[in-house]
């Protein structure tokens, strides 16, 4: 495969300047809106450079389904101060537990941390896959 670096730095240079970085970190949730209770699940992350890229899961019980909105804050493995809400990106989906329940990550610049948003189809407990990408800002 042909690899693309920024910056025209080799493998080699990224790893010496420890640009490159991965590991496991546990979130902490804020049940912000129609949220009875959530729980986190270990996620994987991964950091090229000043951006970081997480995948993961976590099971969330919503007060209410059939398309209710509901909102989720999560913290980030390594921190960063968001600016704005493009400062993160990433989806987030039930997958085929609960058909048509899929939304997206942003930054929350107040925070520093994720918003999750999702329409929830179904107020059982459940799990959601969430993927995303965010720029780590001094």
Request: charged share 10%.
């Amino acid at each position: 495969p042909v690899i693309h670096l920024h910056e025209s730095r080799s493998a080699n240079n990224l790893m010496d300047a420890q640009l490159l970085d991965t590991g496991l970190y546990t979130p902490t949730l804020d049940n912000t809106t129609n949220v009875d209770a959530s729980t986190p699940a270990e996620m994987l992350w991964f950091r090229i450079g000043n951006m970081v890229h997480v995948a993961g899961s976590f099971t969330i019980d919503p007060t209410l389904g059939v398309g209710t909105a509901t909102t989720l804050g999560m913290t980030i493995p390594l921190p960063s101060n968001f600016g704005i809400g493009t400062d993160a990106a990433g989806l987030v989906s039930a997958g085929g537990l609960v058909p048509s329940e899929s939304g997206v990550v942003f930054a929350d610049a107040a925070n520093d941390r994720v918003t999750i948003n999702f329409g929830s189809m179904s107020a059982a407990s459940h799990v959601m896959r969430v993927v995303f990408t965010y720029r780590l800002i001094q």
